[in-house]
């Protein structure tokens, strides 16, 4: 069982920035692809970024490219989303996710039904 703890959401304004951490439970956190989604008020969650075992691949959507960075730490066992140049479309909740799914396509990493733990979330309000 992996425990996700998000931290580092919050209330900022347009162009801001923050940074979400997430820290996760368990030894063999190098062993999970890591990925962040959101979901604002009536939408479905979608994917934002996602990283490799070994944070050597990384991997965004389109409308986040640019301006967000994910980056992992495993001898901390956390991964993180650096977010510059907020804009009020990226209110959200936002939550990661792991997942030590056997034979991995790199087209998995966007699909949220290849994760098998997800943390609780951390809301993430930009006012313009």
């Known amino acids: 069982q992996v425990q996700l703890v998000e931290s580092g959401g919050g209330l900022v304004q347009a162009v801001g920035s923050l940074r979400l951490s997430c820290a996760a439970s368990?030894?063999?956190?190098?062993?999970?692809?890591m990925g962040w989604f959101r979901q604002a008020p009536g939408k479905e969650r979608e994917f934002v970024a996602a990283i490799s075992r070994s944070g050597c691949s990384t991997y965004y959507t389109d409308s986040v490219k640019g301006r967000f960075t994910i980056s992992r730490d495993n001898a901390k066992n956390t991964v993180y989303l650096q977010m510059n140049g907020l804009k009020p479309e990226d209110t959200a909740v936002y939550y990661c996710?792991?997942?030590?799914?056997?034979?991995?396509?790199?087209?998995?990493?966007?699909?949220?039904?290849?994760?098998?733990?997800w943390g609780q979330g951390t809301q993430v309000t930009i006012s313009s």
């Open positions: 996710a792991a997942s030590v799914y056997a034979n991995f396509a790199v087209n998995y990493y966007a699909r949220s039904d290849k994760y098998d733990y």
């Open positions: 368990g030894r063999d956190f190098s062993s999970y692809r």
